[in-house]
């Protein structure tokens, strides 16, 4: 049985999503996927990178992952990053932070 929950951007979604695309990358949304589906695909210099965003300003008890995406994250064989802010998107995508406002 696959668990539901609530399909909604954390708070920082915004900003990380913004300045990976000022980097040059791009960015589509994929929080509303489900079955615990990372919630960023964000292409850059011809890779793909698969985000799980968290609010890093949350309580650590509230930035784990649902069981939907442990599940998922330990089942994926490929690329996959959790990410709390600007700067570990950025490094999760091989993207330098200079010039691009953290």
């Given at each position: 049985?696959?668990?539901?929950?609530?399909?909604?951007?954390?708070?920082?979604?915004?900003?990380?999503?913004?300045?990976?695309?000022?980097?040059?990358?791009?960015?589509?949304?994929?929080?509303?996927?489900?079955?615990?589906?990372?919630?960023?695909?964000v292409g850059y210099q011809g890779n793909n990178f698969l985000l799980e965003v968290k609010d890093g300003s949350k309580p650590p008890s509230e930035r784990q992952l649902t069981p939907d995406q442990r599940d998922w994250h330990?089942?994926?064989?490929?690329?996959k990053a959790v990410v709390c802010n600007i700067a570990q998107a950025?490094?999760?995508c091989g993207i330098e932070l200079k010039g691009v406002k953290a």
């Open positions: 049985m696959t668990r539901r929950y609530a399909a909604r951007a954390d708070a920082n979604q915004p900003q990380i999503v913004s300045a990976l695309r000022r980097a040059g990358a791009t960015v589509t949304a994929t929080h509303a996927a489900g079955q615990g589906f990372p919630d960023l695909v330990r089942d994926w064989r490929g690329q950025m490094a999760a």
